[in-house]
């Protein structure tokens, strides 16, 4: 992407990871047995040793690809849009709060998707990333909900006011389908009065 277009940037996701179970393949098993003396990984695939080699490799590839991106445009953004570290690192041994203080990423928009308000608000501040907001600018990803349950727009606005509340560099609204298009639960009128109210355009436009 980075030599063929001018992007200003990649942006990778949750997906970026392994899932906890994998990693049992052939290919891998090899691997972890010429560096561990020829023992097999463990069965368990919580092992906390186990979990910590895996994530290394992944956190080798992410240096192999920032490497690789930055060397073709050293302006480019290296963004990520993980779940919360300790779910990221559990669940997909995406090990995001390390990669950050490597210097791997520019930019983190933590997916916060919660259908209550208050479970929402506790995340915010106790999920782990609040802190990772003074290294590198920190946005929240916010749910509109799936097509048959899409959000209101009254709901939509009580969550993106807690994220500016809770001091955030922003707010990604994922899907498309749901906050603006057909399956949206408002009416248009009602999303642009949301989005116009939420983030006024300056003067100048």
């Not at 990778?12 to 990871?17: R, W």
């Not at 691997?31 to 186990?50: F, K, N, V």
């Not at 907001?133 to 709901?155: C, D, E, F, H, S």
Request: aromatic residues 12%; glycine residues 6%.
């Amino acid at each position: 992407m980075v030599q063929r277009y001018p992007v200003d940037g990649i942006q990778l996701d949750d997906h970026f990871g392994l899932p906890i179970e994998f990693g049992y393949d052939a290919y891998t098993q090899s691997l972890y047995q010429q560096e561990h003396g020829g023992q097999a990984p463990p069965a368990d695939p919580t092992d906390a040793e186990w979990m910590r080699w895996r994530a290394a490799k992944i956190t080798h590839l992410m240096e192999r690809i920032v490497a690789a991106v930055k060397a073709i445009q050293p302006e480019a953004v290296i963004s990520l849009s993980p779940n919360s570290p300790a779910f990221a690192y559990n669940q997909y041994l995406q090990d995001w709060r390390h990669w950050v203080d490597l210097g791997l990423l520019d930019e983190v928009i933590v997916q916060v998707y919660r259908d209550d308000i208050a479970a929402l608000q506790t995340e915010l501040t106790a999920g782990g990333f609040a802190a990772v907001n003074q290294q590198i600018p920190v946005a929240v990803g916010l749910y509109t909900g799936p097509a048959r349950r899409p959000k209101a727009a009254t709901q939509i606005r009580q969550e993106s006011a807690a994220v500016k509340a809770a001091g955030y560099r922003g707010i990604v609204y994922f899907c498309w389908e749901t906050t603006l298009w057909i399956f949206k639960h408002s009416s248009a009128q009602q999303m642009e009065t949301l989005f116009t109210q939420q983030w006024p355009l300056p003067p100048e436009f």
